[in-house]
């Protein structure tokens, strides 16, 4: 596990670029370019949240490039170094940052907010509202609804009316084939 310590007597590839101690590990000194961005959906809108401290607001550009990817850049500014000064331990970074991101289809990104308080850049994105189809059934519709239901009905009593006629009729001809009659042939004579 590396240490966190930091080392008073500089290495030979610090000397050669700085005297200042800076720290072993690489959790400590990563480059400002690694600036963590969350980015949260709500129904509303996409939220992205960036930790920058030390940044003035002029030093941040919020842009969309490309019609829907949002980009977001700055620099933080090293402090200067006085010849009379003596550091000790040097862990703030400073450079350049540039994140991109893909905005989905449903970004309104003609609407981007950008504010930043306390360190923390907040950059707002709105949402189109996505067209539900709306299913209400008016008082027309419960008619019409039921209009089909019996006219449906009603075809399908035609049909087995019908069914039971075609079938009533191959009876009788199936009967005058033989020459069968029964009882109701005699008493319908009547």
Do not use: C, Y
């Amino acid at each position: 596990m590396p240490s966190t310590a930091t080392s008073l007597i500089p290495s030979a590839t610090a000397a050669a670029t700085s005297l200042i101690p800076r720290s072993e590990t690489a959790a400590e000194t990563l480059p400002f370019a690694n600036v963590r961005i969350d980015w949260r959906e709500t129904p509303e809108a996409h939220i992205f949240r960036a930790d920058i401290p030390g940044v003035r607001k002029d030093e941040v550009k919020v842009e969309v490039e490309d019609g829907n990817v949002l980009r977001i850049s700055g620099q933080r500014t090293r402090e200067k170094e006085e010849k009379t000064d003596t550091w000790h331990r040097v862990e703030r970074s400073s450079g350049q940052f540039l994140r991109r991101f893909r905005l989905p289809e449903n970004a309104k990104v003609d609407q981007v907010k950008a504010s930043l308080e306390n360190g923390v850049l907040t950059v707002t994105v709105p949402k189109t509202e996505v067209q539900q189809p709306q299913i209400e059934k008016a008082e027309g519709n419960e008619l019409l609804d039921k209009e089909k239901e019996e006219n449906l009905r009603k075809e399908a009593e035609k049909e087995s009316d019908q069914q039971s006629k075609e079938a009533e009729e191959k009876v009788e001809s199936e009967k005058e084939k033989r020459g069968d009659t029964t009882l109701d042939d005699i008493v319908s004579d009547f």
